[in-house]
Nanobody, 123 residues
Framework: QAQLVESGGGLVQAGGSLRLSCAAS????????MGWFRQALGKEREFVAL????????DYADSVKGRFTISRDIAKNTVYLQMNSLKPEDTAIYYC????????????????WGQGTRVTVSS
């Protein structure tokens, strides 16, 4: 059974950094495009970043561009989200997801989802 497991969330002060990890198991995700999304309390899930299955293409939401970096280690079947210069508005549950067919910001096109990891940024 395919599974994505996020880790690395926690509480950090504004201006700090965190690195989220998303470990894939049960299926070879090396040919899947991978994305990070987040959902703040009372808000809809929103796109954060994505990376192509080759790792050669990345895209970011405007709100995180220049502060967050997505990467992947195919050998470890793991995707990372390095988050720097964190702001209180980055507080949310962060989810990783895998898309079999599409390279897209649309969460509806993703086939597999993790359970999420909570990030809290204090001011």
């Amino acid at each position: 059974q395919a599974q994505l497991v996020e880790s690395g969330g926690g509480l950090v002060q504004a201006g700090g950094s965190l690195r989220l990890s998303c470990a894939a198991s049960g299926r070879t995700f090396s040919t899947y495009n991978m994305g990070w999304f987040r959902q703040a309390l009372g808000k809809e899930r929103e796109f954060v970043a994505l990376i192509s299955w080759t790792g050669s293409s990345t895209d970011y939401a405007d709100s995180v561009k220049g502060r967050f970096t997505i990467s992947r280690d195919i050998a470890k079947n793991t995707v990372y989200l390095q988050m720097n210069s964190l702001k209180p508005e980055d507080t949310a549950i962060y989810y990783c997801a895998a898309a079999v067919q599409f390279y897209t910001e649309n969460p509806n096109k993703y086939d597999y989802w993790g359970q999420g990891t909570r990030v809290t940024v204090s001011s």
